[in-house]
């Protein structure tokens, strides 16, 4: 049975964190803009960036030396202290830029302690992965399609600091969820080791995986060409083309496709999920493609689809095989490799794309990613080790090894 109280509590903290941080982008981009301008928001945005990739991997190995729940409760914690003091700012007034890019460097931090127990959870709260991953991809699907048209209505009527507040209500109620979880205590995984050597310890499991690291290796390359460039170019050009009311339905377009690829997912069990997922993210390569063919709206709306559910299918896929697969007490640390090196690149990718179409043009950057898109779904084909993953064997679930007992 999926909905237990723990997986309940869970569904509830996700969906509702997720909403509060795609609010959080809007009002970043509103908030800090209209005060600092353009320049600033790309100060607050690094700011959190930063600090996030700084410490993405020790979070892995805190949250297998000390269990991912209480980090991720006290990154919660954290994050509401960060974000109610920025609300609590604009009602004030203006804030200083130098509090801006505190609190949203402390929230990089607290996101990083905070993530890589996301995957590892996952098992502890329900005994059929597959399908709590894609319960919760099309639930935060819906909850990134509706944060930002909330944060930006928000703004328009009541200004930045209810925006930020609501952020922060998010993060209570992340918090409140995470405490009331009825787990067992796993025993400690860093008993008689140190951080760094429990890093080295991750490191060598995420090596020794041929199949998680190709993936990766991918994504990395994923994010310079594909990624990247996607988000900057595709709005300048769908909006000067076809109007700014044009991108928003695009982006409208990728939530619903996100829900379908996840209720598609939810029934859908592959007996080899990576050759699956990747044949899906074929699709992926459509909207950059009718992006830079200046496709009329309805085909861009469908290319939008297309690319939202591939993705949405392929997550779930990655997610469960991950989980099913990778050992209880080294999951948070190749979750935190996973996620250090898909989300590294991104930044570059997103920096290198307008001086690159500046030069060459930018429907060519993103026809080039259409490619790229492609060679990468068949890159991942040709890899045996990712081709060739079987979904894991039905085997009591840790959720089964772990029953409550009041962590």
């Known amino acids: 049975m999926l909905w237990t109280p723990n997986f309940r509590r869970y569904f509830i903290a996700r969906v509702v964190s997720v909403f509060g941080d795609a609010m959080l982008v809007v009002a970043a981009a509103l908030a800090v803009g209209q005060a600092y301008g353009s320049t600033g928001v790309g100060f607050v945005l690094a700011a959190w960036m930063v600090p996030f990739l700084g410490c993405i991997l020790f979070g892995g190995v805190f949250a297998d030396r000390i269990g991912a729940r209480p980090l991720m409760l006290g990154a919660d914690l954290v994050r509401l202290v960060a974000q109610g003091t920025v609300a609590v700012a604009f009602f004030a007034g203006t804030p200083s830029m130098w509090l801006l890019l505190v609190c949203s460097a402390t929230s990089g931090a607290a996101a990083a302690m905070f993530q890589p127990g996301v995957n590892g959870i996952v098992p502890l709260v329900a005994d059929d992965p597959h399908r709590a991953n894609a319960t919760l991809k099309v639930a935060q699907s ?134 699956a997922g990747a044949v899906a993210m074929f699709g992926y390569g459509l909207l950059p493609l009718a992006i830079a063919l200046h496709a009329p709206l309805v085909p861009l709306l469908c290319a ?104």
């Open 304 to 407: 939008a689809v297309v690319n939202g559910a591939a993705w949405a299918f392929w997550s779930v896929m990655w997610q469960t095989s991950v989980q099913t697969h990778v050992p209880a007490e080294m999951l948070n640390r190749i979750t935190s490799y996973e996620v250090f090196g898909s989300d590294g690149s991104l930044p570059i990718g997103q920096a290198l794309a307008g001086p690159v179409a500046a030069v060459v043009g930018a429907e060519t950057v993103l026809g080039a990613s259409a490619g790229v898109s492609a060679l990468g779904c068949l890159a991942l084909l040709l890899i045996p080790a990712v081709r060739g993953l079987r979904r894991a064997a039905p085997t009591q679930s840790l959720l089964n090894q772990t029953q409550t007992s009041g962590l």
């Open 142 to 275: 819906v909850a990134q399609l509706l944060g930002p048209a909330s944060a930006g209505l928000v703004f328009g009527f009541l200004g930045a600091g209810p925006v930020y507040a609501a952020d922060a209500a998010s993060f209570a109620v992340s918090a409140a969820c995470l405490a009331g979880l009825r787990l067992s205590r796993m025993p400690a995984n860093g008993a008689g080791s140190s951080p760094l050597r429990d890093l080295a310890a991750g490191w060598h499991e995420f090596r020794s995986r041929t199949w998680i690291w190709s993936v990766i290796l991918v994504w990395v390359v994923y994010g310079v060409l594909l990624f990247g460039p996607l988000i900057p170019l595709g709005a300048v050009l769908v909006s000067q083309r076809l109007g700014a009311p044009a991108y928003g339905w695009t982006e409208s377009g990728l939530g619903v496709g996100a829900v379908a690829g996840g209720l598609l997912a939810a029934r859908v069990r592959p007996g080899r999920p990576l050759a």
